[in-house]
């Protein structure tokens, strides 16, 4: 199997409001939408953000767990700079996204901040200067 991710799938309760929020909030573009199922946004040149109606996934994935606090994951988006950081972090915020976390410079020298989607998943904005972080830059 290939070391690799094709989709990135997030079950949401309001497949209308997190469309706006992704869409018209952040301005990504959407390549796939089924009315009430699902929409499809390609977040990178062989990766897809997926937003499926929670109950459309329930019905094929399985129960979602459900209880206090975050998921146990987080979604990255890296940037080139630390103001990059700050701007992408006040675009979320003005797409109406919580700020769970404004950016701070980390012990492993980068600078980074998170904020929740209307689902509550986290997305990280990331300035990594080590090599990895490079890596990953378009």
């Known amino acids: 199997m290939d070391q690799r991710i094709s989709f990135v799938t997030l079950a949401v309760r309001d497949l209308e409001a997190t469309r706006r929020f992704y869409l ?3 301005g990504w573009t959407e390549d796939v939408h089924v009315p009430g199922d699902v929409s499809m ?3 990178g040149a062989h990766v897809v953000l997926s937003l499926w109606d929670r109950a459309a996934f329930e019905a094929e994935v399985g129960e979602v767990a459900a ?3 975050a998921a146990p994951f987080t979604l990255a988006h890296n940037v080139a700079t ?3 950081v700050d701007a992408a972090l006040a675009q979320a915020r003005a797409a109406g996204a919580a700020v769970v976390s404004d950016a701070e410079e980390r012990a492993w020298g980068g600078y980074t901040g998170y904020f929740a989607d209307p689902d509550g998943h986290r997305w990280e904005i990331a300035w990594n200067p080590q090599d990895i972080g490079r890596k990953v830059l378009p």
């Open 24 to 26: 018209d909030g952040l």
């Open 41 to 43: 946004v390609q977040v």
């Open 67 to 69: 209880g206090p606090g």
């Open 82 to 84: 630390r103001e990059e």
